[in-house]
């Protein structure tokens, strides 16, 4: 089962971080669900990649000196 962490904690062992979806067994991950460490992670569907947008060419910066008094 996939779950995403919502607070830190270990999960076999190893230090997961906020935000992280990691793969569980059925027992790890119930047991975090249920004490509110983690939820269920949404399923992904893969997307084609966007195509590219040309890129604009950056302007030129100016530098503007004092003049000598």
């Not at 992670?41 to 060419?57: G, I, M, T």
Request: net charge positive.
């Amino acid at each position: 089962m996939k779950i995403q962490i919502r607070k830190q904690t270990t999960l076999s062992g190893q230090v997961v971080r906020v935000g992280e979806v990691h793969e569980a067994s059925p027992s790890d991950g119930n047991f975090l669900i249920g004490i509110g460490l983690a939820v269920l992670a949404p399923e992904v569907v893969p997307q084609a990649a966007p195509k590219a947008a040309p890129e604009e060419p950056k302007p030129k910066s100016t530098v503007r000196r004092r003049a000598k008094q």
